[in-house]
C-alpha cells in the first residue's frame, strides 16, 4: 500500500525517470541497427526537456510546501 501511494505522490518524477532512461536504450539500440528511427525523434532533444521539467516540478513542488505553511 505504501508503494502505490508513494507512486501516486511522486508520478511525474517517475515519468521524466523512466523517459530519461529509455532514451539513450533507444540511442543504443538504433546505432546498432536493430531498429529505424524516425527522423523526427532524432532532433527531439530529450535530455533537455526532462531538465526543464524537473526543475520546472521541484519549483512546482517547493512552492506548494511553501503555501501550505
Not at 9 to 36: G, Q, T
Not at 44 to 64: H, V, W
Request: proline share 6%.
Amino acid at each position: 500500500m505504501t508503494v502505490v501511494h508513494l507512486l501516486r505522490k511522486a508520478w511525474p518524477e517517475f515519468i521524466v525517470l523512466f523517459s530519461s532512461m529509455a532514451y539513450p536504450i533507444i540511442r543504443i539500440v538504433a546505432d546498432v541497427n536493430r531498429i529505424n528511427l524516425p527522423t523526427w525523434f532524432e532532433y527531439f532533444d530529450i535530455p533537455t526537456t526532462s531538465l526543464f521539467l524537473m526543475t520546472f516540478i521541484l519549483l512546482y513542488r517547493s512552492e506548494e510546501k511553501d503555501n501550505k505553511r
